[in-house]
């Protein structure tokens, strides 16, 4: 899952993105004006994004309103400041999903942040299933028929990305498009590698193979 973050606040933008980074295991972009992150909220694919109100060149409710406007329909969680209580209102009628006010925890953020891009794809419970297999969202944990299966961290982030739409085709470029940030090389062979990781540690024992390959397609996985 991709994430971009709108707030000028340099500190506390690479806070949220640290937490986002390690804990979420997101891929993060960062962005410190309204404008500049209108534009990459546009040419980019997010899973989520996190927006403060009061930004240079453009302010946070223009953001928003364009978005929309735009019927761009990415969750959108605002970062208020204390004194900005009022505006509330304004930001969930102008299409905010949530928000949280300034100083906030960062735990709790992210708790938020992953209960967003879950809704945002339909999903309301933290455990995913697939057939046999249970993908728990809060804490990474993966099990195939109740047994445990330990995946690299880039695995597991194909697998929830995939799971989360189940008999459709994902492409590689969708994948590396959500699962990694602005300033991250691309290559598609990187996608080849963690898919057969997936394949040798979750077919292992199933009667059924999970991923299915659609030659010059990508892969599905099969509800
Ligand atoms: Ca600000």
Do not use: C
């Amino acid at each position: 899952m991709r994430v971009l973050i709108i707030e000028d606040e340099v500190r506390l933008a690479e806070n949220i993105a640290e937490v986002l980074r390690e804990s979420g295991g997101y891929a993060v972009d960062i962005v410190f004006d309204g404008e500049e992150g209108l534009y990459m909220a546009e040419s980019n694919p997010y899973d989520l994004i996190l927006l403060d109100l009061m930004l240079p060149r453009m302010d946070g409710i223009t953001v928003l309103q364009k978005l929309r406007g735009g019927d761009m329909d990415v969750p959108v969680l605002v970062l208020t400041a204390r004194d900005e209580k009022e505006m509330i209102v304004t930001v969930l009628n102008a299409g905010a999903d949530d928000y949280v006010t300034k100083p906030f925890d960062l735990g709790e953020l992210l708790a938020r942040a992953k209960a967003l891009i879950r809704r945002g794809k339909g999903q309301r419970s933290p455990v995913l299933r697939v057939g046999d297999i249970e993908i728990n969202t809060a804490d990474h944990s993966v099990r195939r028929a109740g047994t445990l299966v330990s995946l690299l961290g880039m695995e597991y982030r194909v697998l929830e990305y995939m799971a989360h739409r189940p008999n459709t085709v994902v492409s590689k470029t969708e994948l590396l498009e959500h699962l990694y940030d602005f300033n991250w090389e691309r290559f598609s062979n990187v996608i080849e590698v963690y898919i057969s990781g997936l394949r040798r540690k979750l077919d292992e024992g199933g009667s059924e193979k999970l991923i299915q390959t659609l030659r010059g397609q990508g892969y599905m996985i099969k509800r």
